[in-house]
């Protein structure tokens, strides 16, 4: 039995609704856990289309259902928040919330989501439970683990997910086995030192001074006591300290974060980090106080998974705009964490036009929308191709 239906005549009627739909998403962007109308809208389009929907999932998700229940379940999932960016693309449909942006492409996302929703609900009979989770606060590395804590991948056999990525021409992916994305870490140091007056540092312990030296220390350390062929970033971008221009500030705050492809070594760099800080503090008597945060662990993309979603892009968009990723990024993503419990595999979907996209989290971000049906097209035979190998195999079993 087969479930490839042909549903491209299907995808093409309800693309220019969706675009629309994408449109006023990116006009109306909602922060990380404050997803409401976004959400309140993807649940209403979902019933529309017949799909099961449970709401306050991980606080502002939402969780769709489709096919049988109590058996096997495939599951989708899409990011829906935005970040606090200005947006300054002069896109007729441009965000109206000041100071917030979807410059990371999840407005896309929630429409792939739409979209592979939309043509698998006219699907007459699935053999096989389909779950899509519409996440919020991905920016935060904290709704993936919302929805798990909730039971989103509850039952979950496999678990796809899709992320924009703006060096890759619109019209092709990125696919790639094994690591796809780092370990994610924040690191708060509070440097404690002694204040005085700006002409005699000799009486004082200058804690600007003193996180300067922590800084570099850092980085200094990672290029002789890590392996250079497993990277490890580290980096500050928060500073804060001091009171008045002729004042040796007495503490100095230091807001950064940790990248790491490797989970071993990412488990070691708490104790290595502290060791580090206090080591540069002590040797001049002063004190740091080191606060570590694991944030999500890296993204392993499932082998067998991975390979069928290659074979599943071939099918619908052609060999050569299939492409193998050669690297994993250093950017974090918390899909990671909805993989504690189901393996899973995550691509990248080229989102770059004619004149090039900015980067993700910049201003100027503005990808080309006529992606939205590749990424569609994409999973919408990839979550088909999945459920016909799992029916034929229950099959073979009776």
């Known amino acids: 039995m087969t479930l490839l239906f042909h549903w491209s005549e299907r995808l093409d009627q309800a693309l220019p609704e969706l675009i629309e739909l994408?449109?006023?998403?990116?006009?109306?962007?909602?922060l990380s856990g404050e997803e409401h109308q976004t959400a309140v809208l993807v649940a209403g389009q979902l019933r529309g289309d017949g799909w099961r929907v449970s709401e306050g999932v991980?606080?502002?998700?939402?969780?769709?259902?489709?096919g049988p229940t109590g058996g096997p379940c495939v599951g989708l999932r899409v990011d829906m928040d935005a970040l606090p960016v200005e947006e300054r693309t002069g896109l007729v449909y441009a965000s109206r919330r000041d100071g917030v942006m979807h410059a990371c492409g999840h407005d896309l996302h929630t429409c792939i989501g739409l979209g592979v929703a939309r043509v698998l609900a006219k699907?007459?009979?699935l053999p096989i439970g389909v779950r899509l989770l519409f996440q919020p606060a991905e920016e935060l590395c904290e709704g993936a683990r919302w929805m798990r804590m909730d039971g989103a991948t509850d039952g979950l056999e496999a678990l796809f997910g899709v992320h924009v990525c703006p060096e890759l021409p619109t019209g092709s992916i990125g696919v790639r086995s094994g690591c796809l994305t780092a370990a994610a870490g924040e690191l708060d140091i509070e440097v404690i030192g002694e204040g005085g007056h700006g002409a005699r540092p000799h009486q004082a312990m200058d804690a600007?001074?003193?996180?300067?030296?922590?800084?570099c220390g850092l980085q200094e350390?990672?290029?002789r006591r890590l392996d250079a062929l497993n990277p490890v970033v580290v980096s500050f971008g928060k500073i804060e300290g001091g009171q008045a221009f002729n004042v040796i500030a007495d503490r100095v705050r230091?807001?950064?974060?940790?990248?790491?492809?490797d989970g071993a070594v990412f488990d070691k760099l708490p104790a290595w980090i502290e060791q580090i800080v206090q080591a540069i503090c002590g040797?001049?008597?002063?004190?740091?106080?080191?606060r570590y945060r694991s944030i999500t662990p890296p993204v392993y993309n499932d082998p067998e998974l991975t390979d069928l979603l290659e074979s599943c892009a071939i099918t619908q968009i052609g060999k050569e705009r299939v492409l193998r990723l050669e690297q994993p990024s250093l950017g974090a993503e918390d899909f990671a964490e909805l993989l504690q419990n189901v393996r899973g595999t995550m691509f990248r979907l080229g989102v770059s036009g004619p004149n090039g996209c900015a980067p993700l989290h910049n201003g100027q971000f503005c990808l080309e929308e006529s992606s939205l049906g590749v990424g569609i097209r994409v999973l919408t035979a990839t979550l088909l191709a999945w459920m016909d190998e799992r029916a034929r195999?229950?099959?073979?079993r009776t």
């Open 221 to 223: 350390a990672i290029s």
């Open 22 to 30: 994408r449109r006023h998403l990116h006009a109306h962007p909602e």
């Open 393 to 396: 195999l229950a099959l073979e």
């Open 123 to 125: 699907e007459e009979s």
């Open 254 to 261: 230091l807001l950064g974060t940790v990248r790491c492809l």
């Open 283 to 290: 040797s001049f008597g002063a004190e740091a106080i080191v």
């Open 58 to 66: 991980g606080r502002t998700g939402v969780l769709a259902e489709l």
């Open 208 to 215: 600007i001074w003193l996180a300067a030296r922590v800084v």
